[in-house]
């Protein structure tokens, strides 16, 4: 078993085992504890996978931004025990058993069946496209465009995935917006005033989009004490 | 290369551990002094010992875990404040080379963003110790310290943007190369060297209020302002797990500081050193030079801290997403538009 192996087995180890720690907890601040290390532990697959860029950005955004937005919604809300609703019912259980099976198997899948990969590498851009790229401007990587480096990434998304790209932006922005008008309880009123009476944070724009998300996540999780000592 | 390796990590763990006793010592030195005071001049000569005596205090004394508290996290977070900081740092170039040694730690390809992502990670120690001590004082500033990490992230990332499109580079070692030139072929900027901060002096103000902002430092240091909140986030800390968090802050400011002096302050360059002379003489000149650089922006974060007095809440979440955003959205825009008008 050459090195890699070993350490493609040893992160993958402590990513399946995070991530069925972060969904047995009963105390919501380990589940995201757990899906912060699951997050990490996948960024370092990313990473062996000859994608640095696409590793950083994983402990950037996931890790780095959306799991500390997991936990101040949770520290926020400091839900007491009976608030949390309770445990969900067998049949619900059961149902919610399949269906992670089910998309378990869609997953695993392509690893097992040998037609799939040849099918997905013919998606994959030819070769000689790494080579078309203008070097970048400046002092920058022109020499050192490869797969997986930061320079491959900005001249695929904003090249052969433009339009893509754009339409899931403007998706995004769709969110933000109805996230905002959701959330704000009178539109008419204007409540910001240059004297500070406006205490309110202004919403997060990343963080409008997966509130409802994250509430609902922190409200289904195992319901249970919320602080250490209660 | 055991030599390379020997001599990055050498200085990578001076700056690291050994400089936040020194800093802590320059900044009760440097308050003293701003207020009009003596400061530490017991221990040795002029205090410089005094450090040392707060250390083995530090080591002697009872480490107390509230009752309440969530043990488990309770005696992580002050590590993952503290090893944070410290990781960042392994992508500063703090030199050019000595002989066949690369004065850095780290030559990573994704360069500065790795810096980004792990001090994101920082934010943990905070969250997780305020909330884990289950204590009203402590939560309040985990939260509060959640929402201004994740704030003035965006902005410090938006600024980065423009300097990446500037620089045509993520790497850092080619940002300070890019920099070692001067800033124009003829006319009076031909005399100035072409750092960030004459660059790109929009993004420059809005990377070091990010600065200061991520480092809980004041004026931003909602998550510790003793007059609302006690102590903040580590008020039920006590012994070294108090002291960890306190030189995680330390070791944060200095990683801020060598990142600020690689993007925009020219790194270890100065005008008239030669890139292409790797002897060891001129090494060890391009590590004076960039630990000198980073004393003064070290300075400056204390200078400022006690000059200035701390924003209330709603005034730094003001100044992040409506003042500091949109002036860095601009400034990506103008770069953008210069940089196709130029190229």
Not at chain 2, 165 to 178: H, I, K, N, Q, W
Not at chain 2, 192 to 213: E, Y
Request: proline share 6%; net charge neutral; charged share 10%.
């Amino acid at each position: 078993m050459a090195a890699a192996d070993v350490i493609f087995l040893v992160i993958s180890i402590i990513a399946v085992g995070a991530a069925a720690l972060a969904v047995t907890r009963k105390n919501p601040i380990y589940s995201a504890l757990f899906m912060m290390v699951t997050l990490l532990v996948v960024a370092a697959v990313f990473q062996m996978l000859s994608s640095p860029f696409l590793a950083v950005m994983q402990v950037l955004l996931y890790a780095g931004a959306i799991m500390v937005l997991f936990t101040f919604v949770i520290m926020l809300l400091s839900l007491r025990p009976e608030e949390m609703g309770e445990t969900a019912p067998l049949p619900q259980r059961i149902f919610a058993a399949v269906v992670a099976l089910g998309v378990f198997a869609l997953l695993a899948f392509p690893a097992i069946e040998p037609g799939v990969p040849a099918a997905a590498a013919s998606l994959a851009p030819p070769a000689a496209e790494a080579v078309r790229f203008p070097p970048a401007a400046g002092t920058g990587d022109g020499a050192t465009v490869e797969f997986g480096a930061t320079a491959y990434f900005g001249h695929t998304i904003f090249g052969r995935f433009v339009l893509p790209f754009e339409l899931v932006s403007i998706l995004v922005l769709a969110a933000v917006v109805a996230v905002m008008v959701l959330a704000k309880r009178d539109l008419s009123k204007r409540d910001v005033a240059d004297d500070g009476s406006d205490r309110d944070p202004p919403p997060l724009s990343v963080s409008a989009a997966h509130a409802g998300s994250i509430a609902s996540l922190a409200t289904s999780t195992q319901p249970t004490s919320h602080g250490p000592g209660a | 290369m055991i030599w390379s390796l020997l001599v990055a990590f050498g200085v990578f763990f001076i700056l690291t551990n050994g400089l936040p006793p020194a800093l802590v010592y320059a900044e009760r030195k440097l308050a003293a002094g701003i207020q009009n005071r003596v400061g530490p001049n017991r221990v040795g000569p002029y205090g410089l010992l005094q450090p040392i005596a707060d250390a083995i205090k530090l080591l002697f004394k009872e480490d107390v875990t509230p009752r309440g508290a969530d043990k488990f996290l309770f005696s992580i977070a002050p590590i993952l404040s503290f090893v944070p900081a410290a990781l960042a740092f392994a992508i500063i170039p703090f030199g050019n080379y000595a002989g066949e040694v690369r004065l850095q730690v780290a030559d990573l390809n994704v360069g500065i963003l790795f810096a980004t992502a792990i001090i994101s990670l920082g934010a943990y120690g905070i969250a997780f110790g305020g909330w884990a001590s289950n204590s009203k004082f402590p939560l309040l500033a985990a939260v509060r310290s959640s929402a201004q990490l994740i704030s003035y992230e965006v902005v410090m990332a938006l600024a980065l943007v423009a300097m990446i499109m500037t620089y045509g580079t993520v790497r850092t070692e080619v940002m300070v190369l890019a920099q070692a030139v001067p800033l124009a072929e003829t006319g009076p900027f031909a005399y100035l060297p072409a750092w960030g901060v004459f660059q790109q002096p929009i993004a420059f103000v809005l990377f070091v209020i990010c600065c200061f902002a991520e480092n809980n430092r004041a004026p931003f240091d909602m998550p510790e302002c003793e007059a609302e909140l006690v102590g903040g986030y580590h008020t039920e800390y006590s012994s070294m797990k108090f002291a960890l968090f306190f030189q995680g802050e330390y070791i944060a400011m200095t990683t801020m500081s060598a990142l600020i002096v690689t993007i925009f302050l020219g790194g270890w360059h100065f005008p008239g050193m030669d890139v292409a002379d790797h002897s060891v003489g001129m090494g060890i000149l391009t590590i004076l030079v960039f630990m000198a650089k980073l004393l003064g922006v070290l300075f400056f974060y204390i200078w400022v801290r006690w000059t200035l007095p701390r924003f209330r809440y709603d005034q730094v979440m003001r100044l992040c997403w409506k003042g500091c955003i949109p002036i860095a959205l601009v400034n990506i825009a103008i770069t953008g538009i210069i940089g196709v008008l130029y190229s």
